[in-house]
């Protein structure tokens, strides 16, 4: 099982840094533009580990701005981003989150923390293995995979 865990000590600085470097390089070796805008929404979407909504990133980019972003615009970057395997966007809280790998096609599994909101997206062999046999046993193409579990952190779980 492989995942980066939000909960250790480290510099969360360097998780943006090394977020938007993996973009820049990814959208360039796929000759795609990362947009300033593309790249600012991918950058504020970095800002912790918790999911965040559409609407609070629109509110961030047009906080002091004379033009503000209209929701479409910042809709058009998410989807983009999402297509590129930057950003997973988590369906039971309608919001995103930044991808730990998005140099590699893969499926994820998501633990959301129902009280601090910090999500941790991880990856285990055994997880895919058992999705694959149960689909292949019905006959089913899994077009895209994405698990969502909520609960207490380990953190909020002995607060």
């Not at 090394?18 to 070796?29: E, F, W």
């Not at 309608?94 to 999500?119: D, E, M, V, W």
């Amino acid at each position: 099982m492989s995942c980066f865990n939000p909960y250790t000590e480290h510099n969360h600085q360097h998780c943006i840094k090394d977020a938007l470097n993996q973009a820049r390089v990814l959208c360039r070796n796929r000759n795609i533009r990362l947009t300033p805008l593309r790249e600012r929404v991918l950058e504020l979407i970095w800002q912790s580990h918790c999911p965040v909504g559409a609407y609070e990133i629109l509110a961030e980019l047009t906080q002091g701005e004379s033009k503000p972003a209209q929701p479409p615009t910042v809709y058009r970057a998410l989807d983009f981003l999402r297509e590129q395997g930057l950003v997973h966007r988590l369906s039971s809280i309608n919001a995103y989150i930044g991808c730990s790998h998005p140099n590699r096609p893969h499926s994820s599994c998501f633990l959301i923390c129902t009280r601090c909101r910090t999500t941790m997206e991880i990856e285990d062999p055994a997880i895919n293995q058992s999705l694959k046999a149960c689909t292949d046993e019905h006959g089913f193409t899994i077009s895209d995979t994405s698990i969502e579990l909520a609960g207490l952190c380990t953190n909020c779980k002995t607060n």
